[in-house]
T-cell receptor
Framework: GENVEQHPSTLSVQEGDSAVIKCTYS??????FPWYKQELGKRPQLIIDIRSNVGEKKDQRIAVTLNKTAKHFSLHITETQPEDSAVYFC?????????????FGTGTRLLVSP | DSGVTQTPKHLITATGQRVTLRCSPR?????VYWYQQSLDQGLQFLIQYYNGEERAKGNILERFSAQQFPDLHSELNLSSLELGDSALYFC?????????????FGNGTRLTVT
C-alpha cells in the first residue's frame, strides 16, 4: 500500500522567513496530494492541494510543488507569521481510490517565532 | 467553519463504558469518514459510509461500530472502552466516494477514558 514519509518532524523559523516541508510517497499511482494544517486541539484544515497533472500550485503565501518522477511533493510557506505555527500534514491518495485510502504523513510541527 | 458538525465536543467516561459520537456532514455531502487521532499521532482512518452504506474499513476495532442514517448523519459507537481509546475522534465528509472533491473535517470529539 501507499506509504507517505514527511520531513522534518519539527521546524523552527523566524517570522518573515520561508518554511519548506517535504513528503515522499511510494505508490506511483497516487494522484491527489492535499496538505492539512492542524492547530493544537483543533480540526485539520485543508490549506492547499495538488493533483498529479499539475507541477505547482500557489495560493498567496502558500505553494505546493509535485515531482512525479521522484515521487515527492513539498509545501512552501513564504513570509511566515506566528499564526502559521501549527502541525502540517501531507497526504496522498492512490489512484483509482478515494479518501478511504488517504494516507497521512507523520506531521511537521512548525514554530514561527516573532 | 467546515460545515461538519460533531457532538459532543468533550466526553469523559470510565473504562468498560460505551459512548456514541455523532456527526452531521456538510450539506450535500454523501460520504462520511471517521478518523482517530491519539496524542501526538497522525490521523488513522477508521471507517467510511456513503449514502447510508458502509464503503470501507480501516483500523477499526471490533469494539467499535458505526452507521449512517437516512438523513446522512453518522454515529460512531465505542464500547468496552479502554484507557488507550482516549483520543480525538474526527468526522469528515465529502460529496462522492473518490478523491475528486475536498475532504472537510469536523472539530472533533475529545474522548477521555479514565
Amino acid at each position: 500500500g501507499e506509504n507517505v514519509e514527511q520531513h522534518p518532524s519539527t521546524l523552527s523559523v523566524q517570522e518573515g522567513d520561508s518554511a519548506v516541508i517535504k513528503c515522499t510517497y511510494s505508490d506511483s499511482a497516487s494522484n491527489y496530494f492535499p496538505w492539512y494544517k492542524q492547530e493544537l486541539g483543533k480540526r485539520p484544515q485543508l490549506i492547499i492541494d495538488i493533483r498529479s497533472n499539475v507541477g505547482e500550485k500557489k495560493d498567496q503565501r502558500i505553494a505546493v510543488t509535485l515531482n512525479k518522477t521522484a515521487k515527492h511533493f513539498s509545501l512552501h510557506i513564504t513570509e511566515t507569521q506566528p499564526e502559521d505555527s501549527a502541525v502540517y500534514f501531507c497526504a496522498a491518495i492512490p489512484g483509482g481510490t478515494g479518501f478511504q485510502k488517504l494516507v497521512f504523513g507523520t506531521g511537521t510541527r512548525l514554530l514561527v517565532s516573532p | 467553519d467546515s460545515g461538519v458538525t460533531q457532538t459532543p465536543k468533550h466526553l469523559i467516561t470510565a473504562t468498560g463504558q460505551r459512548v456514541t459520537l455523532r456527526c452531521s456532514p456538510r450539506s450535500g455531502d454523501l460520504s462520511v469518514y471517521w478518523y482517530q487521532q491519539s496524542l501526538d499521532q497522525g490521523l488513522q482512518f477508521l471507517i467510511q459510509y456513503y449514502n447510508g452504506e458502509e464503503r470501507a474499513k480501516g483500523n477499526i476495532l471490533e469494539r467499535f461500530s458505526a452507521q449512517q442514517f437516512p438523513d446522512l448523519h453518522s454515529e460512531l459507537n465505542l464500547s468496552s472502552l479502554e484507557l488507550g481509546d482516549s483520543a480525538l475522534y474526527f468526522c469528515a465528509s465529502t460529496y462522492g466516494t473518490g478523491g475528486n472533491s475536498p475532504l472537510h473535517f469536523g472539530n472533533g470529539t475529545r474522548l477521555t477514558v479514565t
